[in-house]
């Protein structure tokens, strides 16, 4: 396993890896740029084939988190964690309160957040051995009530209001009644992007590796249940993949038909070239970490101690960021991805990711 040498490096600043004998903790925690500020990202934790497999997506996820609050105009660098263990069955205390003192020992530079397989009571473990954390203790929402500090329901409100954006672009229409949505996982962000569309009258197609969480969408709001394998191919308008990276691929791209591509997983296209070939074949593509950065907004404005206001005005921003990167790729005839990079990047080289709003909170 080479680190400087990995085609996924990409000048990261640090890449750092932890061990507990005593815990049995083995995870590593990637810090990829902090020209903008802390790097800010979630920790995973995965029963990672390989320790490669692990460094590979630590590496893709931290480079990903950089582009991301760059883009989303936020005051923070890129990083991200990742545990190798079984998020079922390998937490303890002890693993939880060493992770936290990795956390610590950067002294700031790196700040976690919940991710797949961690959420609010691994951040309270962490929150006793350090104070570069988010997401361990309550918080008010916009309409007053009390939640946890889990960013999803705020990344599946950047994402509907994303996806809205698309079909206007894609379909040119502003009405979502009557819509067909496929969505591929229904978890935490899966299941809340399908209550908005629910909500907007758009019809929906559902399918998850967990029986459970498709009896519920089913149950709830009427979806029609498909197989996992199936999902690709339906005759719908929109495909939204919420569960894992890399499901656009040249196998799926075979089947896949439907115009918009707009959903919250992360690295969602396996290569860059299929940002290309997905253009060629008339897919609009909402670039992942456009459109599900409202998690990390969240998080940002938690971090400040912003309202949930602010909060709320910032990730529905996110429609107008997308309109940005469809018009350019329009104007251009590039790809939505590469126009994302080039935009993510442009900020960050100059420095300009603050919004005016942004600048006047932290004057
Ligand atoms: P989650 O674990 O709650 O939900 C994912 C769902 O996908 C689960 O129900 C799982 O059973 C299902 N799934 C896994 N493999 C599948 C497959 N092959 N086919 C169908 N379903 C499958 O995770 P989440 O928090 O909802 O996140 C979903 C995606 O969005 C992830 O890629 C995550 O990295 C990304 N994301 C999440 C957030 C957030 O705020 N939670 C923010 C940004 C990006």
Redesign the pocket.
């Known amino acids: 396993m080479s680190v400087f040498t990995h085609p996924d490096f990409d000048h990261h600043e640090q890449v750092v890896f932890c061990h507990d004998e005593a815990s049995g903790l083995r995870a590593i925690i990637a810090i990829h740029d902090t020209t903008l500020g802390p790097a800010l990202g979630g920790c995973r934790m995965f029963p990672y084939a390989s320790d490669d497999d692990a460094l590979c997506d630590v590496l893709r996820l931290s480079r990903g988190m950089t582009l991301k609050s760059s883009l989303a105009g936020l005051k923070l660098g890129g990083g991200k964690a990742v545990i190798i263990g079984d998020p079922h069955t390998g937490k303890s205390q002890a693993l939880l309160h060493a992770m936290g003192d990795f956390v610590d020992s950067l002294g700031g530079r790196y700040i976690t957040a919940a991710?797949?397989g961690t959420g609010e009571p691994e951040m309270q473990a962490f929150a006793q051995r350090t104070r570069h954390v988010i997401g361990a203790t309550p918080r008010t929402t916009v309409d007053g009530s009390i939640a946890s500090g889990d960013?999803?329901p705020s990344?599946a409100l950047g994402v509907f209001v994303g996806l809205r954006e698309a079909v206007r672009q894609r379909l040119g229409r502003d009405d979502l009644a009557g819509l067909k949505v496929a969505i591929?996982?229904?978890?935490?962000?899966?299941l809340g992007l399908a209550r908005h569309l629910k909500q907007a009258g758009a019809e929906l197609w559902v399918?998850?590796?967990?029986d459970a969480?498709v009896r519920q969408a089913m149950e709830e709001l009427g979806a029609n249940a498909v197989r996992?394998h199936d999902i690709y191919g339906l005759d719908v308008d929109v495909f939204a993949p919420?569960?894992?990276?890399g499901i656009l691929n040249a196998e799926t791209l075979q089947s896949l038909r439907a115009p918009v591509i707009a959903g919250?997983?992360?690295n969602q296209l396996a290569s860059p070239e299929i940002g290309v070939e997905l253009q060629r074949r008339n897919h609009l593509y909402a670039p992942d970490y456009a459109i599900?950065a409202g998690?990390i907004i969240d998080v940002y404005y938690q971090r400040i101690g912003g309202s949930a206001a602010q909060s709320d005005a910032h990730v529905r921003s996110i429609g107008d960021t997308l309109r940005e990167i469809f018009n350019r790729a329009t104007a251009s005839g590039e790809p939505t991805s590469i126009i994302a990079d080039h935009l993510a990047l442009e900020r960050l080289q100059t420095g300009d990711a603050l919004r005016p709003a942004e600048q006047r909170l932290h004057a």
């Open positions: 991710d797949s960013p999803s990344t591929q996982g229904v978890g935490h962000v899966g399918c998850d590796i967990f969480n996992p919420c569960a894992m990276g919250a997983a992360n599900n998690g």
